[in-house]
Every structure is written in C-alpha cells, then in structure tokens.
C-alpha cells in the first residue's frame, strides 16, 4: 500500500506564493512521475505540472514561469513553487504519483487534496 500525504497551500492575495510538497511512503519500488492536478468548482481535474524520474518536467500553459515543480527522489517528494498566483489558480490540487510497487506492478496513486484560494 502506499500513501500520498500533502502539506502547504492555504489563502493568499493575488501576486502572492504559497508552495505545496507531497511525500510518498509504502511498499515503492520506483517512482516513475510525480505531479499536481488541480480542480476548480464546476469543472474537471486537469494537469498542472509533473516531473519525471528523469528529471524531465511538463507545465500547462497558464502556470509557464510562475510555477516551478522540484523532486527529491531519496525522500519519495515532490514539491510545487507557485509564484504570482492569480484568482484563477484557486482549485484544489491534487498530488498524483505513478509508480511501481515491490513486485513491479504500476499503480497510480492520489492524495487527499489541499484548497490553494487565491483572493483579495
């Protein structure tokens, strides 16, 4: 079994930053990508960043240069810089991890969510 626990987010003003993290523990052979989605009221879950085992890194449009997603793979976390945030960040974001377990079977894995409100 494995467990995604989140931490960070909260309330900030526009042009403000908050950072999230996400730390993965259990039966883990290898992570293969780790990343956010978030989801605002009425509307789907969409991606915002993930990072690869390579290192390699992928951002959606909107959050291009605000935005910086960072992996410490000895410790099983992913982290989310979120610099400038704007009204239309405010979702709830989801860390998201697939991996390979002990016998090296992929599974996706999902954390609880944490609410990032961006507002005056």
């Known amino acids: 079994q494995v467990q995604l626990v989140e931490s960070g987010g909260g309330l900030v003003q526009p042009g403000g930053s908050l950072s999230l993290s996400c730390a993965a523990s259990g039966s883990i052979s290898t992570i293969i990508k780790m990343g956010w989605y978030s989801q605002a009221p009425g509307k789907q879950r969409e991606l915002v960043a993930i990072?690869?085992?390579?290192?390699?890194?992928f951002y959606k449009d909107s959050v291009k240069g605000r935005f910086t997603i960072s992996r410490d793979n000895a410790k099983n976390t992913v982290h989310l810089q979120m610099n400038s945030l704007k009204p239309e960040d405010t979702a709830i974001y989801y860390c998201?991890?697939?991996?390979?377990?002990?016998?090296?079977?992929?599974?996706?894995?999902w954390g609880q969510g944490t609410q990032v409100t961006v507002s005056s």
């Open positions: 990072i690869r085992n390579s290192g390699d890194t």
């Open positions: 998201h991890a697939h991996l390979l377990d002990l016998l090296d079977h992929p599974y996706d894995y």
